[in-house]
């Protein structure tokens, strides 16, 4: 299939896009690299009055340590973020999760903001937001504004972001000092979104766990390390985020996936945590 017309308009510089996003509002939509718009646009599930490109804009092409954060902007690819060569250390949850999230062709023109402004429930980079309590930065013609990830994952393919606000950033914790993490993800193929994925943080004697593809948004558990009831805390867990069958698994299996992978992910991050 083919899109619907559209008008396409690439602006020079942040606020450029900003008023464009001001006149239009929900007529807008914004693209980066496209991996889920196009998509979209093609299957005519969106149907835009004029698409606003910000991939060249360089104010949003930075990832700096900014405080206590890493800053991905928004026109940061996913291979660019993978390419890091400290994010190991800085971010290791991401330099985990990273080589899950689809194809080396796909992260070359995908976004990291953009997988989080898709808000694919399934999606690895929103589970890594989530789990390690980060932020993504909006802003509009009206100011700025910081959103948790709680906040702004609201739903399935659904988040907080105003229609004339643009994502220009994400804000990643980075590593403290002696917390462990590890990620996991069953999927049909290397590369499909996840049936089920799991990330955790061993930290000061607690551990977060995250779990993707069951929920309408990652859902996050804390537990302190010495919890000796841990398959039976899980199994209350996989029941309570209320699964259900599709064409991919069935409630059943993803319910087995977090009682058997929840284990191991949580015993690795507590195994990197000094």
Request: glycine share 8%; proline share 4%; net charge negative.
């Amino acid at each position: 299939m083919k899109p619907p017309r559209f008008d396409y308009v690439r602006p020079d510089t942040v606020e450029e896009a900003l008023a464009v996003l001001a006149d239009f509002g929900d007529e807008a939509q914004v693209i980066a690299g496209g991996q889920s718009l196009m998509a979209m646009l093609n299957l005519r599930l969106a149907g835009p009055r004029v698409l606003v490109d910000i991939s060249r804009l360089e104010a949003l092409s930075t990832c700096q340590e900014t405080g206590d954060c890493l800053e991905i902007g928004a026109a940061v690819t996913q291979a660019d973020l993978l390419d890091r060569a400290d994010l190991a250390e800085a971010v290791p949850l991401l330099a985990l999760a990273l080589p899950h999230v689809g194809h080396a062709q796909t992260r070359n023109r995908g976004t990291v903001c953009g997988s989080l402004a898709h808000g694919d429930p399934s999606s690895e980079l929103p589970l890594c937001l989530a789990a390690l309590e980060g932020q993504v930065v909006l802003r509009s013609t009206r100011g700025e504004r910081r959103l948790d990830a709680a906040q702004f994952q609201t739903g399935l393919l659904s988040t907080a972001r105003e229609a004339d606000e643009l994502i220009v950033a994400a804000r990643f914790p980075l590593r403290r000092a002696g917390a462990g993490h590890a990620f996991a993800e069953v999927a049909r193929r290397h590369g499909d979104f996840a049936i089920v994925g799991l990330a955790a943080v061993a930290h000061d004697g607690q551990v977060r766990l995250g779990v993707a593809g069951i929920a309408d948004r990652p859902e996050i558990r804390e537990w302190p390390f010495e919890r000796e009831d841990i398959d039976a805390v899980l199994n209350r867990l996989a029941w309570d985020l209320d699964a259900a069958d599709d064409l991919h698994a069935s409630a059943r299996y993803r319910r087995d996936i977090v009682r058997g992978l929840g284990p191991k992910v949580i015993a690795e991050a507590r195994s990197c945590a000094n």
